[in-house]
């Protein structure tokens, strides 16, 4: 059977100008402007894609998945190799893309669908449906400089679909618009499985992807890093960046501490700055010497994702044993904006401290289940009567 897309040995790059020389007169007068770098973007690409399936793209920004699609449209030649695409395409990539602002929306129809390939006749024919689709008649006729992103949104995609395409390219652009129309246009695409059009879908949304997606491409550095089941593609993908963010967390921990090192050596180890003073404050009676996050396995960790169990490691040292048995270890949940989401303490839920002269005091959470977002943490340790021995605000944070 012939492929509806067949890539091969694609290999793409981009000069990257230090100072781009504008006018004649700068290219003659300035000519160290016109230096620039050569960065390949794309790197022996090679992907098949046969009639009637949806291919999904991901990757991090510039790993070069728009770069992909805007090859397949043929708005960019690849430096080496080639793409062959059986039937008529349609693409959605930039917002507004081939949209003339003083137009109206109608006319803009016209003009788009008229770019796709589509006679008079044939635009007459579909004008009402992609009008009704895009949910826009009580503006269709204003300039389209007056649109929102999410109405400049709605008509593009609509006037893509009612091409009749048989190859669709779409490059993250349902993201701009609202949950309704997102589902609408979700069930648009389902039909169009359905009818054996051919999708390449490039999109940050990994759940629409795994559940739509017939097959899945990892584009990492320019190159196919992986391919395959979406499910399995896509949970690689997700340690991937994990693990990246993990690591980058721990250069960010170990580059402060230095920091931190450093000001004491300066300040004679004496007196702590005004912001120091601010996050924690307490006798000192009992001192909070350092403080963990790990993960079920006891492994130091940064990133938890929802549900997943979390150990604080708390290690302390007493410096007065008066009163210790009176000595209550709590914590606090913080979202970023400041909103407190959970907090408790040992004297609340009952557990009985046997302190000693140093030690170390676990506190273990099951499941997280925390929105999306970042959080801090507030450690402390107190008498019951609420005398703050060593009280540590926004201790350290939990990208979640």
């Avoid at 070069?64 to 695409?85: H, Q």
């Avoid at 912001?275 to 404050?281: I, V």
């Avoid at 048995?325 to 709590?330: C, P, V, Y």
Wanted: glycine share 8%; hydrophobic share 35%.
């Amino acid at each position: 059977m012939i492929p509806a897309i067949k890539i091969e040995n694609v290999w793409k790059k981009y000069k990257i100008y230090q100072d781009k020389p504008i006018t004649l007169k700068e290219k003659f007068l300035y000519r160290s402007k016109g230096v620039f770098q050569e960065k390949w973007v794309l790197q022996d690409v090679s992907i098949t894609i046969p009639k009637g399936k949806m291919v999904g793209l991901i990757g991090r920004n510039g790993s070069g998945k728009s770069t992909l699609l805007k090859i397949l449209t043929k708005i960019l030649m690849p430096d080496k190799g080639y793409v062959e695409i059986n039937g008529r395409v349609s693409s959605l990539l930039e917002l507004g893309a081939g949209f003339h602002m003083d137009f109206t929306g109608r006319e803009n129809i016209y003009m788009n669908a008229s770019i796709f390939g589509l006679s008079r006749k044939e635009i007459d024919k579909k004008l009402e449906e992609i009008i009704e689709f895009s949910e826009l008649s009580n503006y269709i006729d204003n300039p389209v400089r007056t649109y929102s992103s999410g109405m400049y949104m709605r008509l593009a995609f609509s006037i893509a679909i009612h091409v009749d395409p048989d190859v669709l390219l779409i490059d993250e652009i349902l993201a701009v618009g609202d949950s309704a129309f997102q589902k609408k246009c979700i069930s648009k695409i389902e039909e169009f499985k359905r009818l054996g059009k051919t999708i390449v879908f490039v999109s940050h949304d990994n759940g629409t992807m795994e559940r739509l997606c017939d097959e899945v491409y990892w584009i990492h550095e320019s190159k196919v890093k992986q391919s395959g089941d979406p499910r399995e593609v896509i949970r690689d993908y997700m340690d991937f960046l994990t693990l990246t963010e993990e690591e980058r967390m721990n250069r960010e921990i170990q580059n402060q501490e230095i920091e931190s090192k450093q000001e004491q050596i300066q300040e004679g180890q004496s007196e702590k700055t005004a912001d120091q003073s601010e996050k924690r404050w307490g006798n000192k009676k009992i001192e909070i010497k350092n403080i963990l996050l790990k993960d079920a396995n006891g492994d130091m960790k940064n990133i938890f994702g929802k549900g997943t169990p979390m150990t604080v490691e708390i290690k302390y040292d007493v410096n007065n044993q008066e009163d210790i048995d009176q000595t209550a270890f709590g914590f606090g949940i913080f979202k970023n904006d400041g909103t407190h989401c959970y907090g408790t303490n040992t004297f609340i839920d009952k557990q009985n401290l046997h302190l000693t002269d140093s030690g170390i005091l676990n506190v273990e959470i099951s499941s997280l289940n925390l929105t999306e977002g970042k959080y801090f943490l507030d450690i402390a340790c107190h008498h019951i009567d609420g005398t703050p021995y060593d009280y540590i605000k926004q201790v350290c944070s939990i990208p979640y």
